[in-house]
C-alpha cells in the first residue's frame, strides 16, 4: 500500500459513537480512529473481566460519590413516578409513554406530572431551576444533570436519583432506564456532565 495514499473517512451515527445522546446526528471520523477505540474498549472489557481487577476499580469508584440523603416528598414522587417508565422506548422527539421519549421530553414529561414545568429540550431545561455545583456531594435525588461533549451544546439530560444513580431515556440502551455512574458505563457521563440543575 502506498503510505501516500489518502484514507478515506467514515461516517459513523453519532448514536454509536456516544452513549448517552439525544442528539442525532453524524461525525466524519478515520478508520484510525475507529480501530483505536476498538481497541481501547476491547483492553476496558478485558481488564474489568480479569479476576480481582473489576472489583477494585469498582471500589475506587464508589468511594467518589457520596450517599445522598432521602429525597422530599415531591421529588420521591417524580422519582416513583419515572420508574413506571422503564422500559418506555427511546424515541428521537417522543414526549410520552405511548410516542416512547427521548432524554428532555422524559425528564419534562415526569417533572410535569408533579406540577414542575419544563422547557422542551435539553438545551432549554439547563437554564431552569437554579445551578447546583458539579460536586456529587452537593447534589441531591432529583436534580437534574446535563451533559455535553467539549466544545459541544448539551446533548443529554437525567434526573439524578441518588447514590450515583440516574434515570434517564437512553438511545443507547433503547429505552429508560437507570445507570450506576459507580459502575462500567459511567466513562461518557462522568466526564461530560457541564451542569446540575435544582427544580424545587
Not at 47 to 76: C, D, L
Request: glycine share 12%.
Amino acid at each position: 500500500m502506498n503510505s501516500r495514499a489518502r484514507v478515506r473517512p467514515l461516517v459513523v451515527p453519532l448514536s454509536l459513537l456516544i452513549l448517552a445522546a439525544c442528539a442525532q446526528g453524524t461525525y466524519s471520523v478515520s478508520p484510525g480512529t475507529i480501530l483505536s477505540t476498538v481497541i481501547l474498549a476491547g483492553e476496558a472489557v478485558s481488564r474489568s473481566g480479569s479476576s480481582g481487577s473489576g472489583s477494585s476499580t469498582s471500589g475506587a469508584s464508589r468511594a467518589r460519590i457520596p450517599r445522598s440523603p432521602a429525597p422530599s416528598a415531591v421529588v420521591r414522587r417524580v422519582l416513583d413516578d419515572a420508574d413506571q417508565f422503564i422500559g418506555v422506548p427511546y424515541v428521537w422527539g417522543g414526549n410520552t409513554p405511548s410516542s416512547g421519549f427521548d432524554c428532555s421530553g422524559f425528564t419534562k414529561f415526569v417533572f410535569g406530572r408533579q406540577g414542575i414545568g419544563l422547557p422542551r429540550t435539553s438545551r432549554e431545561q439547563a437554564h431552569s431551576g437554579r445551578a447546583v455545583r458539579l460536586d456529587f456531594g452537593s447534589m441531591l435525588p432529583g436534580d437534574i444533570m446535563l451533559f455535553a461533549e467539549p466544545d459541544e451544546a448539551i446533548s443529554h439530560v437525567a434526573i439524578y436519583v441518588g447514590s450515583g444513580r440516574i434515570i434517564h431515556a437512553s438511545s443507547a440502551i433503547g429505552g429508560v432506564n437507570y445507570l450506576d455512574l459507580n459502575g462500567d458505563r459511567a466513562e461518557w457521563y462522568l466526564q461530560n456532565l457541564v451542569a446540575v440543575r435544582r427544580l424545587q
